[in-house]
């Protein structure tokens, strides 16, 4: 079967003819219904040195947001239908520690004794026309279509999960939240905002379609340039944002974030843009405004966020790449071509 290889360090991916997979104990094998591009994939075979994260070393199929069919089940795996359309939670960790038992799988506390981070960061992932995976990593669909679904397992799941926890600091009458970077991350973030919030949400990007789109799902958005934190602050009369997520996450974009944020806010950098550093001291930080980074998500919050999705109160914006066009979908991506996101169809 055909697969995107990533085979070495500051290399772009390879299109190879790769065997077939076969599900193990506890697997299941899939065929793939969508494989989304995802920036931080660029980010690991372009900027990544080796020895950075020995977890997604070289070599292995990308694509870590990915959705399809169940095709085979392993051995001891009951209580999936073949045919049925799953979503795939592609961090994977032992399964057993205390993180992992809450399914946060990203914070697993034995992760020294993992040899990968999850399916399509370390291990075989979705960019090939079958993948296996670990039958706690399913996610159902149910009817509801596989391949625009792709996008929630990382585009959507990452964002959910910053905004769940910034929940207190938005359910609150005449609360603000500030998006910045609007690709496949940001606009699921503009929806997820929308679907879970009354705030009001303020959206920015460099480019002018990015943010049209963020003004269709009710987004009101404010361009880049010198004053971009004073028309955010004088949006919310003054008081600034009491969430902001920087989806970018250089030194600028985690400045206005920073910059336009309230007193007690909470300030997500999720974006690894891995800028400068900061200046957060006391005269320059306002009061109990907290900052974090955050990564990926729950499988429970997926399964949360994918019925959110069938209820057709989230719904990823996307282009579709065939298989022999997957790696035009990097360079697409890379070149900032992509409204939402690129999904590659198998
Ligand atoms: P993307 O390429 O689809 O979108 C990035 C958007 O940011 C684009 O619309 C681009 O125009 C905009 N942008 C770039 N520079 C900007 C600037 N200076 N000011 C304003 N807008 C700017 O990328 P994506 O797949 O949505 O990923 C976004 C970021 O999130 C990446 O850094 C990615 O690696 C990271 N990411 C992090 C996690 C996590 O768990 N923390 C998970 C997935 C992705
Ligand atoms: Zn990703």
Redesign the pocket.
């Known amino acids: 079967m055909k697969a995107v290889r990533f085979t070495a360090y500051k290399t772009f991916p390879e299109l190879k003819e790769i065997e077939r997979p076969a599900p193990g104990p506890g697997e299941v094998l899939l065929k793939v219904a969508g494989a989304g591009a ?3 994939d ?2 690991v075979y372009d900027e990544f040195e080796p020895g950075m994260n020995p977890l997604v070393d070289p070599e292995y199929t990308l694509g870590h947001e990915t959705s399809g069919w169940v095709e085979e089940l392993g051995e001891g795996v009951t209580g999936f239908e073949v045919g049925s359309a799953q979503l795939v939670y592609g961090p994977v960790g032992c399964g057993h520690c205390p993180a992992c038992s809450r399914g946060q799988d990203t914070y697993c506390q034995n992760v020294a004794e993992m040899d990968y981070a999850g399916i399509g960061l370390g291990r075989d992932g979705g960019m090939a026309e079958y993948v296996t995976v670990p039958a706690r990593n399913l996610v159902p669909l149910g009817d509801a279509d596989p391949v625009p679904a792709s996008a929630l397992a ?2 959507g799941l ?1 964002p959910y999960h910053a905004i769940k926890l910034a929940l207190p600091r938005l359910n609150r009458a005449g609360a603000y939240a500030l998006v ?7 606009l699921m973030a503009v929806q997820i905002l929308k679907a879970l919030t009354g705030a009001t949400v303020i959206a ?4 002018p379609e ?1 943010m049209a789109e963020a003004e269709k799902y009710g987004a009101v958005t404010v361009p ?1 340039g010198e004053d971009q934190v004073a028309r955010i602050r004088e949006i919310t009369g003054g008081r600034g944002v009491d969430a902001a997520f920087d ?4 030194a ?2 985690a400045r206005a974030a920073l910059d336009s944020a309230a007193v007690q806010s909470r300030v997500t950098i ?4 891995n800028g400068s550093t900061i200046d957060w001291s006391f005269l320059s930080t306002p009061y109990e405004a907290e900052l974090v ?4 998500g729950t499988v429970e919050e997926l399964h949360e966020l994918a019925g959110l999705y069938r209820d057709g109160k989230v719904e990823p914006l996307y282009t579709t790449y065939a298989m022999d066009g997957a790696l035009q979908a990097y360079r697409d ?1 890379q070149d ?1 071509k ?1 409204s939402g ?1 690129a999904v590659v169809v198998p």
């Open positions: 995802c920036h931080s660029v980010a990382d585009a990452t910045v970077g609007l690709g496949g991350l940001g920015t990007d460099m480019k990015a880049s989806f970018v996450g250089i600028a974009t999720v974006g690894i843009g980074t955050t990564y990926w991506l900032g992509i996101r």
